[in-house]
């Protein structure tokens, strides 16, 4: 598989997602076990945003139907508006 193919079949943005879930499983179980669920609750407003983001670029890529596109670009902004109120408190 040559690169070109590598990204417009959309294995780009699933190798990112992968990097993504070992990045979470590894702080996640970096944490003391008192920490852990705060630390998951942490981790998943912090990464969500770009998971979804990263979807959309899936979407895009690969051709799907423009309101796929819309609805993973759409799930960022909860996640990101929670993950500032998080970092405000």
Do not use: N, Q, Y
Not at 31 to 48: I, K, N, Q, Y
Not at 65 to 88: C, E, M, N, S, Y
């Amino acid at each position: 598989m040559d690169f070109k193919s590598f990204l417009t079949s959309g294995r780009v943005a699933d190798l990112l997602l992968l990097v993504m879930a070992v990045e979470f499983a590894a702080l996640t179980l970096s944490e003391p076990p008192a920490r852990r669920r705060a630390a998951v609750t942490d981790l998943m407003f912090a990464l969500a945003p770009g998971a979804c983001l990263t979807l959309a670029l899936r979407m895009a890529l690969t051709g799907a139907p423009w309101p796929w596109l819309a609805v993973w670009l759409t799930a960022a902004l909860p996640f990101h508006i929670g993950d500032l109120v998080r970092r405000r408190r």
